[in-house]
Nanobody
């Protein structure tokens, strides 16, 4: 069992920056690939970014590429999402997720079903 707790959400002005954190507890964090998703009101949960267990090969949604950076610190059991140049359309509840399934590729990390564990989410609001 893995427990995930997101933090760092809040209100930020358009163009500003924010860093989300996701702290994991339970089984060996370093064995899990980690992902960030977001869900805006009335919309489906969508992929944002993912990082492999080793910290290499990050993947990003086209909508955030060049603005967001995913990273992890296995010694601290934490994954981060640095969000720069925020846009109003980035407003959503952001979720982190963990997966120990095989086959880390863009095709699979974009799928909600590929992840075993989810956090409770943290609200991010971008004011225009």
């Amino acid at each position: 069992q893995v427990q995930l707790v997101e933090s760092g959400g809040g209100l930020v002005q358009a163009g500003g920056s924010l860093r989300l954190s996701c702290a994991a507890s339970g089984r060996a964090f370093g064995r899990f690939a980690m992902g960030w998703f977001r869900q805006a009101p009335g919309k489906e949960r969508e992929f944002v970014a993912a990082i492999s267990w080793s910290g290499g090969t990050p993947y990003y949604a086209d909508s955030v590429k060049g603005r967001f950076t995913i990273s992890r610190d296995n010694a601290k059991n934490t994954v981060y999402l640095q969000m720069n140049s925020r846009k109003h359309e980035d407003t959503a509840v952001y979720y982190c997720a963990a997966s120990n399934r095989a086959g880390f590729s863009l095709a699979v990390v974009r799928q909600v079903a590929w992840y075993n564990y989810w956090g409770q989410g943290t609200q991010v609001t971008v004011s225009s």
